[in-house]
């Protein structure tokens, strides 16, 4: 595979609609509410992050680098174990699951963490290697 991250990510966005679509048609008079929007939630972390691994792959493709490689697997795994115990609580109701989410989460966070490195590190296409402005402007 050329550019896995790219490929990755462009799965994850292809189930995450199609879980978004069944949670929407199929499960909407199976589901209590609570459990529907729990659903939802995990269809919508998983396509903003398959976004984020589209960057990843994007990225990868102009210089490939460690970071990029650390924070695509940290997003893919975060995906899976955030995004399926969510959807693992909401389909079962077993509360149990609730409590894998958080450590989707941290993966998720270390994903955004690596990519922040990766830009923070990367310069500007010149050969700097200073870092750009930060969120604060």
């Not at 589209?54 to 102009?62: E, K, P, Q």
Request: proline share 4%; hydrophobic share 50%; charged share 10%.
């Amino acid at each position: 595979m050329r550019n896995v991250w790219l490929t990755l990510g462009a799965l994850c966005g292809l189930l995450a609609v199609g879980a978004g679509a069944f949670g929407a048609h199929a499960l909407k008079e199976h589901l209590p509410a609570d459990r529907l929007e729990t659903y939802h939630l995990a269809a919508r972390y998983q396509l903003w992050h398959a976004l984020a691994l589209l960057a990843v792959g994007l990225l990868a493709d102009r210089s490939p680098r460690r970071a990029l490689s650390i924070a695509g697997g940290a997003l893919l795994i975060g995906v899976i174990v955030f995004s399926g115990s969510l959807y693992a609580l909401s389909l079962s109701g077993v509360r149990t699951w609730g409590a894998v989410t958080p450590i989707g989460g941290v993966s998720l966070m270390i994903g955004w963490g690596a990519l922040a490195w990766y830009g923070a590190t990367s310069g500007t296409g010149t050969g700097s290697r200073e870092p750009g402005p930060g969120c604060g402007g």
